[in-house]
T-cell receptor
């Protein structure tokens, strides 16, 4: 099975609200990363959290990692219309050199 | 250049033809990855290069797919005898880490349409 599986949801929120999306995975990991994709093209790296970290912040982003539950969440605070995109989590398992991506969460921020 | 570049940005080809997709990674990045994204799907790993060698080719879907990298820089993904199911966006990424995949920097992708 594919690692890095987001909750299969499309999220529609008002500008200024917070957006939360979740990701689960199946095997041990070295780190977990979140990427954003606009208009089905190139991905932009947002944040990386290592397996020995539980929470990480970057600007308006907050990522948590629970290795006992094999899950992660991404919170975008004070959302903006420009945050409209698909968000993917990706896991890097020990000994692998490739990322396993989930299917993504579509987030629409309404101005 | 500042980022990963890919060419062409779009490619339409007839079933049965061969295509070549090119990736120019960020200068100095030793690791290079190819992924494929079908409509509405997540990314599927194809192949990984460390320098010019490919220690992990396990994601290539069939022997019609091959890739090479020369000079530790440019990579070419070749699909022979294309099929309609090969239609997808092909994404290339590079990373400055070799043994472990840290942040990967993605190119804009090549949208391949097989008619």
């Amino acid at each position: 099975s594919q690692q890095g599986e987001e909750d299969p949801q499309a999220l529609s929120i008002q500008e200024g609200e917070n957006a939360t999306m979740n990701c689960s995975y199946k095997t041990s990991i070295n780190n977990l990363q979140w990427y954003r994709q606009n208009s089905g093209r190139g991905l932009v790296h947002l944040i990386l959290i290592r397996s020995n970290e539980r929470e990480k912040h970057s600007g308006r982003l907050r990522v948590t990692l629970d290795t006992s539950k094999k899950s992660s969440s991404l919170l975008i605070t004070a959302s903006r219309a420009a945050d409209t995109a698909s968000y993917f989590c990706a896991t890097d398992a020990y000994g692998n050199n490739r990322l396993a991506f989930g299917k993504g969460n579509q987030v629409v921020v309404i101005p | 250049g500042a980022g990963v570049s890919q060419s062409p940005s779009n490619k339409v080809t007839e079933k049965g033809k061969d295509v070549e997709l090119r990736c120019d990674p960020i200068s100095g990045h030793t690791a290079l990855y190819w992924y494929r994204q079908s409509l509405g799907q997540g990314l599927e790993f194809l192949i990984y290069f460390q320098g010019n060698s490919a220690p992990d080719k396990s994601g290539l879907p069939s022997d019609r797919f091959s890739a090479e990298r020369t000079g530790g820089s440019v990579s070419t993904l070749t699909i022979q005898r294309t099929q309609q199911e090969d239609s997808a966006v092909y994404l290339c990424a590079s990373s400055s880490r070799g043994r472990q995949a840290y942040e990967q920097y993605f190119g804009p992708g090549t949208r391949l349409t097989v008619t």
